[in-house]
């Protein structure tokens, strides 16, 4: 059984900068691509980023692409998102997901999810 765990969200100001770290149990993390979702109050949940096994391959949806970056460690079957210059409509609940079917957009390709961490930018 795979369980994922994010850490890192909290309430900042406009402009500023968060990482979020997922952490992922069991031997097989490396062998997975892996995404970052989000769900704003009232919204729908939304791709934000995704990354294939190995680190070498990234995707980003257009809102956050220059903003944000995701990478990983495999040796510490973790990810990351690095978001810079925070904007108050980045304010959602950030889900890590491992993906079943390689480094794409679509939710019902990623089998495992993490419970979520809550990210509030204040303007």
């Known amino acids: 059984q795979v369980q994922l765990v994010e850490s890192g969200g909290g309430l900042v100001q406009a402009g500023g900068s968060l990482r979020l770290s997922c952490v992922a149990s069991?031997?097989?993390?490396?062998?997975?691509?892996m995404a970052w979702f989000r769900q704003g109050q009232g919204k729908e949940r939304e791709f934000v980023a995704a990354?294939?096994?190995?680190?070498?391959?990234?995707s980003y949806t257009g809102s956050v692409k220059g903003r944000f970056t995701i990478s990983r460690d495999n040796a510490k079957n973790t990810m990351y998102l690095q978001m810079n210059s925070l904007k108050p409509e980045d304010t959602a609940v950030y889900y890590c997901?491992?993906?079943?079917?390689?480094?794409?957009?679509?939710?019902?390709?990623?089998?495992?999810w993490g419970p979520g961490t809550q990210v509030t930018v204040s303007s």
């Open positions: 069991g031997r097989t993390f490396s062998s997975y691509a």
């Open positions: 997901a491992r993906s079943g079917s390689g480094r794409t957009r679509k939710m019902t390709d990623y089998d495992y």
């Open positions: 990354i294939n096994w190995s680190g070498g391959s990234t």
